[in-house]
């Protein structure tokens, strides 16, 4: 079965630094990746995406990276704020139809 | 554009009911996923309409079903609802293949 896997469920930074959350992910078909953010008591909200042909993409504070050689994702937030504050899920998708298979989550504190 | 609204927000229910969960996707939007999440299981996929027609389904037992109408509007349905069914139920649409975006969930709590 699909197996996408998070390298540590918690993460702890301080304000102002970088924060790096990785996701291991088992199925070398998969060729779109997603990265959500969830605050408590809401639903999972588009952080950033990407797909297999790109190595990858930056957004607003945010940089996708993707290592299709060792199936291994990054989300790299510069400049964390606390706002940041959440649980950052990865998601892929592997061309079969549109059934996305999540992480576990990482959860990520931003310190004062 | 208006975003994903999944109604009722919070939902009380007894063990042996049946309960149905309505979702209401962005206009435009003709795929509808649906996915339970607990605290200790994460997200999990139930099921993903297109176009009126389920295209995938997740491992779960048959007493979660699902529809979707003309209108991209999709219901879920749990019969016989078990105490283990208590979790927090998404709703994601998107166009095919492309971002999912997510309502805020309807929380089921079974007593």
């Known amino acids: 079965g699909e197996s996408v896997g998070l390298h540590l469920p918690t993460l702890s930074v301080q304000e102002g630094d970088n924060s790096i959350i990785n996701c291991a992910y088992s199925n070398s078909a998969s060729d779109y990746f997603i990265w959500y953010k969830q605050e408590s008591g809401k639903g999972p909200q588009f952080i950033i995406d990407?797909?297999?042909?790109?190595d990858k993409r930056q957004g607003q504070r945010v940089t996708v990276l993707l290592n299709k050689t060792v199936k291994h994702l990054s989300l790299q937030i510069a400049a964390t704020q606390p706002g940041d504050s959440a649980v950052y899920f990865c998601?892929?998708?592997?061309?079969?139809?549109?059934?996305?298979?999540f992480g576990t989550g990482t959860s990520l504190t931003v310190i004062p | 554009k208006a975003g994903v609204t999944q109604t009722p927000r919070y939902l009380i229910k007894t063990r042996g009911q049946q309960v149905t969960l309505s979702c209401s996707p962005i206009?435009?939007?003709?795929?509808v996923s649906w996915y339970q999440q607990t605290p200790g299981q994460g997200l999990q996929f139930l099921f993903e309409y297109f176009s009126e027609t389920q295209r995938n389904k997740g491992n779960f037992p048959g007493r979660f079903s699902g529809r979707q109408f003309s209108n991209s509007r999709s219901e879920m349905n749990v019969s016989t609802l078990e105490l283990g069914d208590s979790a927090l139920y998404l709703c994601a649409s998107s166009l095919d293949r492309a971002r999912q975006f997510f309502g805020p969930g309807t929380r089921l709590t079974v007593l």
């Open positions: 206009s435009g939007h003709r795929s």
């Open positions: 990407i797909r297999s042909n790109m």
């Open positions: 998601a892929e998708n592997s061309n079969t139809g549109n059934q996305f298979y």
